[in-house]
């Protein structure tokens, strides 16, 4: 079956350093991720996204990298700042609009 | 414009006690999900509605948990009886529902933090 993982469970940076959070799946027919961020006492919310046709694609202070060879995804924040401390996550979306999550990585940014 | 509303925002029960959860998806979108999170890990899709039909329940267990979307807006979820496993945040979404979109982005509520002593 899918899924995804993350590689570290907790990230500590340096405000105003770059962030990067690495996911990996499993299942090489995947074919849409999406990355959500979850702040304390909160829902997840949409990051970006990226199909697989595409190896990058940038949002505002955020890059979605995806390696197809080796079923690998990152995001990447540049700058970080006290308020993208949250928990993120990579998602997977089946082709029957099923979303599964991965574990999480917990982003702590030091000031 | 308004987000996905959820209530009670928090809930502490004993096991065996029956409680229910509900949602109140952004207007237009036909589709509703529920996950269950578990603290420390990504939240699990339990059932999902298109309008007021189920279009996956696989993940809900079914002997305990039921869903209902009557008039396919607003939602309520139910455990009866909860058990010790049952303990974490429920998590409405919806999404516009165009089918086979696979850019149609779940809009998340801030969940129901369930406690079951």
């Known amino acids: 079956g899918e899924s995804v993982g993350l590689h570290l469970p907790t990230l500590s940076v340096q405000e105003g350093d770059n962030s990067i959070i690495n996911c990996a799946y499993s299942n090489s027919a995947s074919d849409y991720f999406i990355w959500y961020k979850q702040e304390s006492g909160k829902g997840p919310q949409f990051i970006i996204d990226?199909?697989?046709?595409?190896d990058k694609r940038q949002g505002q202070r955020v890059t979605v990298l995806l390696n197809k060879t080796v079923k690998h995804l990152s995001l990447q924040i540049a700058a970080t700042q006290p308020g993208d401390s949250a928990v993120y996550f990579c998602?997977?979306?089946?082709?029957?609009?099923?979303?599964?999550f991965g574990p999480g990585t917990s982003l702590s940014v030091i000031p | 414009e308004a987000g996905v509303a959820q209530s009670p925002r928090y809930k502490i029960i004993e096991k065996r006690q029956s409680v229910a959860f509900w949602c109140n998806p952004i207007s237009g979108h036909a589709t509703l999900y529920w996950y269950q999170q578990i603290l420390g890990q990504g939240p699990k899709l339990l059932i999902q509605f298109q309008n007021n039909g189920v279009v996956d329940d696989s993940q809900l267990p079914k002997d305990r948990f039921s869903a209902e979307r009557l008039k396919g807006v607003d939602s309520t979820l139910k455990i009866q009886p909860a058990k010790l496993e049952d303990s974490a945040v429920y998590l409405c979404a919806s999404s516009l529902g165009i089918r086979g979109a696979r850019t149609d982005t779940q809009y998340f509520g801030p969940g129901t933090r369930l406690t079951v002593l």
């Open positions: 990226i199909r697989s046709n595409m």
């Open positions: 998602a997977e979306k089946t082709s029957y609009d099923k979303v599964i």
